[in-house]
T-cell receptor, first 108, second 112 residues
Framework: GIQVEQSPPDLILQEGANSTLRCNFSDSVNNLQWFHQNPWGQLINLFYIPSGTKQNGRLSATTVATERYSLLYISSSQTTDSGVYFCAVVPLAGKSTFGDGTTLTVKP | NAGVTQTPKFQVLKTGQSMTLQCAQDMNHEYMSWYRQDPGMGLRLIHYSVGAGITDQGEVPNGYNVSRSTTEDFPLRLLSAAPSQTSVYFC???????????FGSGTQLSVL
């Protein structure tokens, strides 16, 4: 099946810093989504982004489907951004697959 | 709208017991799915449904059973609980397969 790799696995930032999270996938996909899992375990859909670029406040995402990767940018990070960030893909022939996540810790 | 509602939030079972995790959505979504999340890992797909009466297996279906009699409900049954099924279980739904996915709050299950 499709492989989804996220990097880095862990990231520690000082409040106010910027960061880039990466998601690589091994096959063509129908869609890609980014999720934030907060420290209480709740999963929030950040972006539905099969291709192109989207922005939502301090967060933006870019997917380059032809090169099989997506990037999530977090600017001016806040402590509330802490948690685990997952990307999930649905391949052209297959079932939804999640990466193992990037754990982000933002220190005050 | 309540979105995706899962019950119970916590459950402790003994090995061999059976139980049903409930999932309901009020968004008229056709696609519903169940995932399990183990420590330090991403979510793995257990079963999914593309509409009432239609279900299919995901990546880790063994030991679980599902049915979809209505658009709103998608229960997950553990037939004979095993310690390896200790995990956090999430239900999710979307308007259609491959569309934006919405998650419930999860069920933390421990099997002793």
């Amino acid at each position: 099946g499709i492989q989804v790799e996220q990097s880095p696995p862990d990231l520690i930032l000082q409040e106010g810093a910027n960061s880039t999270l990466r998601c690589n996938f091994s096959d063509s996909v129908n869609n890609l989504q980014w999720f934030h899992q907060n420290p209480w375990g709740q999963l929030i859909n950040l972006f539905y982004i099969p291709s192109g670029t989207k922005q939502n406040g301090r967060l933006s995402a870019t997917t380059v489907a032809t090169e099989r990767y997506s990037l999530l940018y977090i600017s001016s990070s806040q402590t509330t951004d802490s948690g685990v960030y997952f990307c999930a893909v649905v391949p052209l022939a297959g079932k939804s697959t999640f990466g193992d996540g990037t754990t982000l810790t933002v220190k005050p | 709208n309540a979105g995706v509602t899962q019950t119970p939030k916590f459950q402790v079972l003994k090995t061999g017991q059976s139980m049903t995790l409930q999932c309901a959505q009020d968004m008229n979504h056709e696609y519903m799915s169940w995932y399990r999340q183990d420590p330090g890992m991403g979510l793995r797909l257990i079963h999914y449904s593309v509409g009432a009466g239609i279900t299919d297996q995901g990546e880790v279906p063994n030991g679980y059973n599902v049915s979809r009699s209505t658009t709103e409900d998608f229960p997950l049954r553990l037939l004979s609980a095993a310690p390896s099924q200790t995990s956090v279980y999430f239900c999710a739904s979307s308007a259609d397969r491959g569309e934006k996915l919405f998650f419930g709050s999860g069920t933390q299950l421990s099997v002793l």
